[in-house]
């Protein structure tokens, strides 16, 4: 568990389940900001059902609070999940020099030449990478590569129609996100097209 990864998402401003879901994963960070708990274990730890922590975990990435990676190797590979928590630098300790105390008197002080040779080490400041900025609804947005193997892993179909629903309804909610591919595949999951059961697959049932 990682003290600074949890304090990091206590202070995010997020919907209660979706932070809940953050907190969980930040608890089962390790000092890198990367955890595998699966989604039955998230389930048990936030005592939310299975399709709100999906939602949740899709909100998280489409706001790029976390990237979702794949374990190398092994057939049945576990989803990593990396927190894009802000590089936090420790400040170094100020140590407290005592002064000499003053003495009577006046004594011959020694000035030594600086040597020439004596360099002060360097001292550039170290740049956080700052997080990328939500941005409105590109005007040429489509279904990306991304997209399409993403829904053909999972099952879902009839993408066009996903793909206009989710486009009206961001352009007149003014929605922004930092990782639009994200928020369209959350939409597609959550049904915002409200296809009837005939045209959805028993996957999205």
């Not at 699966?38 to 059902?49: D, M, N, V």
């Not at 993403?150 to 486009?167: N, T």
């Amino acid at each position: 568990m990682s003290n600074e990864a949890l304090t990091w998402a206590w202070g995010q401003r997020l919907k209660p389940t979706t932070k809940l879901v953050l907190i969980c994963l930040a608890d089962h960070a390790n000092e890198a900001g990367k955890c595998w708990p699966s989604l039955t274990r998230i389930q048990q730890r936030t005592g939310c059902a299975r399709s709100t922590v999906a939602a949740g975990l899709a909100d998280l990435e489409a706001e790029g609070f976390i990237v979702r990676e794949r374990s190398p190797g092994g057939r049945h590979q576990a989803t990593v999940y990396r927190l894009k928590q802000s590089d936090s630098r420790t400040s170094p300790r100020l140590e407290l020099v005592r002064q000499p105390a003053k003495q009577s008197g006046s004594r011959t002080k020694t000035v030594r030449p600086p040597d020439p040779n004596h360099k002060e080490p360097s001292r550039t400041p170290i740049r956080t990478p700052a997080r990328k900025a939500k941005t409105p609804l590109p005007a040429n947005f489509a279904i990306s590569d991304r997209v399409h193997e993403w829904a053909e892993r999972k099952g879902y179909r009839h993408l066009d129609e996903h793909l206009e629903a989710f486009r009206l309804q961001a352009l007149a909610k003014g929605y922004r996100y930092v990782d639009w591919d994200a928020a369209l595949m959350t939409a597609i999951r959550n049904n915002w097209a409200q296809l009837n059961p005939t045209k959805r697959t028993r996957r999205e049932l």
